[in-house]
């Protein structure tokens, strides 16, 4: 996935411009900005569901709107932000749905889809909420389910707008592990929006920093997950902590500046 | 055999459909049966063999062939208006994304009652009440689409159509007062003819091919679509993302469910509840899966109006009650209930 000179507006605010970023198989892209940088915005577009307002993204070396939606729909999966549940579909349906695409010509789902929507509900910990009705889910057991209907659409590239934002604290590391292990061991390639720094810099391979103002920063996170850079991409200061192996980021105490 | 079932769901959901739609069939024809033989005067199930036997060969001669030619019309007129209803009901919800709309919220039948009570007043051919009503309905709707065509094309957003939902809002109590207002200034001979036809009646139809043509040419759009609306169901304007395109479904959903309800109208009036109550049921019994729920639907709403029907012509027999009011007194109750039973989940 790639776009070129990309820049996004809304409200005749520039949010990014001139965007030139590379996303290949096997890298674990974390977007990092303030609230309103425009990072949802830019997974919409990167997904296709708005069109960008200069230059163009591409996948596969094809521009977005030369696809076909249901050729598209085998190659990238999103997870939108939020979830508005008007009917009671059991959990397994809404797995099942992100089957649509291989569905061609068949009514019903076949055994497969089944086999394949168990084992993603299994790998978010959900296996046991498969007949429950969606709407009495709790936010962090919804938000699994949602994440598995993704991963049963077994597409090369994931798009996840916060996926760990409504988890407890075991499934938050535990979908961030999962998600590593997808770029690592299947080479999928997977682009999450997240606001907890730590548990993106323990996954990430790469980071995107919007700074909010059309600039952007992208790079390997060793090197753009730093301190001063990011002090500068949240507007607020921000420590680096050395635990063991690990690189903890802190907010820095006001008395600190 | 319990290991088998755990192996095989998919199986087991094309089986359960199968047996459902089997049953539903089946009750379909028992209650157009039902509907032949019960009245001023009963027939019993081999005399209503004979007089079809008679209908067949084409010499109606007994009595009972000539009650079975009025009873079965009548039934069939029933059957095809409710199963129109429902199946417009169940379209409706999954283009708002709202299980509590109905096949009326978008004014409609408001266009189609304006019309039908306009024909009605001004002139008064049966044949052109069935006219106004439908051209009333389908103005109303290409109104709606041309108003509401930044929402229906989907560059509004989030998806839940609140455009679309306030337009015909709006619409529809623009056609209610314009209801009163003919109400307000008719002669009283043609009053009672109005109000009746408000409030859904099926004492004067005929039988006639549109109703039906209507029906299965949308039942079979329904059923192409099933799972793109599943899909859209769940995941509104995002499900582009899964290879569905949206406008365009949201633009076949909201025709049908506008040429759905404007056949219905002018067949038999605005006939309420059914178009509400019946998809709910069989939501609320079968789950919210639109492969099984489009077809239950339309067979469960056709089925639900035959019965209604034939308690409006022989609870109070020999006076008639408009079918209208019976679905409105199953329905009120049956809906509370339901939106009791989901609140409290």
């Known amino acids: 996935m790639q776009t070129l000179k990309l820049g996004l507006r809304i409200g005749g605010r520039e ?21 309103g940088a425009g990072k949802s915005t830019l997974l919409r577009t990167v997904a296709g569901l708005r069109a960008p307002d200069s230059g163009s993204v591409l996948l596969g070396g094809r521009a977005l709107s030369d696809w076909q939606l249901l050729a598209l729909a085998r190659e990238r999966a999103y997870l939108p932000q939020g979830r508005n549940d008007a009917f009671g579909y059991r959990a397994i349906d809404t797995v099942l749905a992100a089957r649509h695409p291989y569905q061609d010509d068949r009514y019903w789902d076949a055994e497969t889809d089944f086999r394949i929507a168990h084992a993603a509900m299994r790998a978010l910990d959900a296996g046991h909420l498969a007949e429950r009705d969606v709407r009495t889910l709790s936010g962090g057991e919804r938000q699994r389910v949602a994440i598995a209907a993704v991963l049963s659409q077994e597409t090369p590239l994931l798009l996840l707008d916060e996926p760990a934002s409504a988890l407890d604290l075991a499934h938050q590391v535990g979908v961030m592990e999962l998600l590593a292990r997808l770029c690592r061991a299947e080479g999928k390639a997977v682009v999450l929006v997240s606001h907890d720094l730590n548990l993106s810099h323990s996954v990430a391979s ?48 006001e008395s600190n500046d | 055999m319990h290991s088998e079932a755990i192996m095989l769901p998919a199986f087991q959901e094309r089986r359960r459909a199968v047996t459902i739609l089997t049953v539903l069939i089946a009750a379909a024809f028992c209650s157009i049966l039902f509907a032949c033989g019960i009245g001023s005067v009963s027939l019993s199930i081999p005399e209503l063999f004979a007089a079809l036997g008679e209908q067949v060969r ?63 007043l001004f002139f008064s051919a049966a044949w052109l009440v069935d006219i106004a009503a439908f051209g009333g309905a389908m103005a109303v709707s290409f109104l709606l689409f041309l108003l509401a065509w930044r929402d229906l094309r989907g560059s509004a957003g989030d998806g839940n159509a609140p455009m679309l939902l306030l337009t015909g809002v709006i619409i529809a109590s623009g056609c ?46 329904a059923v192409r679509v099933a799972r793109a609306i599943n899909v859209m169901a769940l995941h509104a304007e995002a499900a582009a993302t899964l290879g569905i395109r949206v406008n365009r479904l949201r633009q076949g959903l909201f025709l049908f469910s506008a040429l759905l309800t404007a056949s219905a109208v002018s067949t038999a009036g605005s006939i309420g509840f059914v178009g509400l109550i019946v998809p709910h049921a069989c939501r609320f019994a079968w789950g919210p899966d639109h492969r099984l729920l489009l077809p239950a639907a339309t067979l469960a709403g056709g089925t639900f109006l035959v019965l209604a029907d034939t308690l409006a012509r022989t609870v109070i027999a020999p006076q008639q009650l408009p079918v209208g009011v019976i679905t409105a007194l199953i329905g009120v109750p049956v809906f509370l209930l339901q939106l009791h039973q989901i609140h409290r989940k």
Not at chain 2, 73 to 89: E, H, K, S, Y
Not at chain 2, 179 to 190: C, G, K, V
Not at chain 2, 193 to 215: E, H, K, N
Request: charged letters at 10%.
């Open chain 1, 15 to 35: 949010l990014v411009a001139g965007l030139d970023w590379t996303v290949e198989a096997g890298q674990c892209w974390c977007v990092i900005g303030r609230n």
């Open chain 1, 206 to 253: 790469h980071a995107l920093l919007l700074m909010g103002d059309g600039e952007w920063l992208a790079g390997p996170s060793a090197e753009v997950m730093t301190a001063p850079l990011l002090s500068r991409c949240l507007g607020y200061p921000i420590e680096a902590v050395q635990h063991g192996k690990r690189t903890l980021f802190i907010p820095a105490e």
């Open chain 2, 58 to 120: 084409g010499n109606p001669s007994s009595l009972a062939a000539t009650l079975l030619e009025l009873r079965l019309g009548r039934a069939l007129a029933a059957f095809v208006t409710g199963a129109t209803l429902a199946l417009a009901g169940v379209m409706m919800q999954a283009l708002l994304r709202n299980p509590l709309a109905d096949p009326y919220v978008l004014g409609v039948s408001g266009g189609a009652a304006v019309g039908a009570l306009s024909a009605m």
């Open chain 2, 176 to 221: 209610g007062a314009l209801i009163t207002l003919m109400l307000s200034i008719a002669p009283d001979n043609r009053l009672r003819g109005m109000v009746f036809w408000l409030i859904g009646d099926l004492s004067a139809t005929q039988v006639r091919w549109l109703p039906w043509t209507v029906w299965l040419i949308a039942l079979v759009f």
